[in-house]
């Protein structure tokens, strides 16, 4: 199984400022076949379910504000939020879908400072 | 637009079953591979089944392999999951997921999501 990582566990960003969430993944999830990072961010805010936003990677889903921007290729990725807004308070997800099982990172959680 | 509402948890004992539905609406069905995914009490997402729109080919991990069953009914839209031989540690808020994928049942991310409905395995 791919096990992902995610770094920090928590942490606090004053309103404006940016903030920076990794994930690592035990193995590669890029598949050179067709160029494409196998790897997904979602937000989930308390007692809601979770939101896509970020999909091969760097795409961002449609409607999600371009303060947030995903990064990086093979087993090392990067979720950016530019600046930091209140409604942002949430949970991060990491997630590959590289082959079965699929697998989450453990989650970051993001605070205002 | 889209909606999915998840239907059936609930409070069973050990060694108990259920049956998960999630009735879909607002995209073709028959065409994107669906998923389970759930969360546990204050805790992190897990993947437990999928499905292809294409072919109804299935997946799950590992935990649940023998004790789950994913199928899909595209004439009614919705998407089941049977649970047998249910243990505590399967106690977890289950989430019913829109893949992007139709040809997949594994290779996807999820959007968007249900709310999910509570299974607690207790007794």
């Known amino acids: 199984d791919i096990v992902m990582t995610q770094s920090p566990d928590s942490l606090a960003v004053s309103l404006g400022e940016r903030a920076t969430i990794n994930c690592k993944s035990s193995?590669?999830?890029?598949?050179?076949?067709?160029?494409?990072?196998?790897l997904a961010w979602y937000q989930q805010k308390p007692g809601q379910p979770p939101k896509l936003l970020i999909y091969w990677a760097s795409t961002r889903e449609s409607g999600v504000p371009d303060r947030f921007s995903g990064s990086g290729s093979g087993t090392d990725f990067t979720l950016t939020i530019s600046s930091l807004q209140a409604e942002d308070v949430a949970v991060y997800y990491c997630?590959?879908?590289?082959?079965?099982?699929?697998?989450f990172g453990p989650g970051t959680k993001v605070d205002i400072k | 637009e889209v909606q999915l509402l998840e239907s059936g948890g609930g409070l069973v004992q050990p060694g108990g079953s259920l049956r998960l539905s999630c009735a879909a609406s607002g995209f073709t069905f028959s065409t994107h591979a669906m998923s389970w995914v759930r969360q546990a009490p204050g805790k992190g997402l897990e993947w437990v089944s999928g499905i292809s729109g294409r072919d109804g080919s299935t997946y799950y991990t590992d935990s649940v392999k023998g004790r789950f069953t994913i199928s899909r009914d595209n004439s009614k839209n919705t998407l089941y999951l049977q649970m047998t031989s249910l243990r505590a540690e399967d106690t977890a808020v289950y989430y019913c997921?829109?893949?992007?994928?139709?040809?997949?049942?594994?290779?996807?991310?999820?959007?968007?999501w249900g709310q999910g409905t509570l299974v607690t395995v207790s007794s």
């Open positions: 997630q590959h879908y590289y082959n079965t099982p699929l697998t």
């Open positions: 193995q590669s999830v890029f598949y050179s076949s067709n160029n494409k990072n196998y």
């Open positions: 997921a829109k893949g992007n994928n139709f040809y997949s049942g594994y290779q996807n991310w999820f959007g968007p």
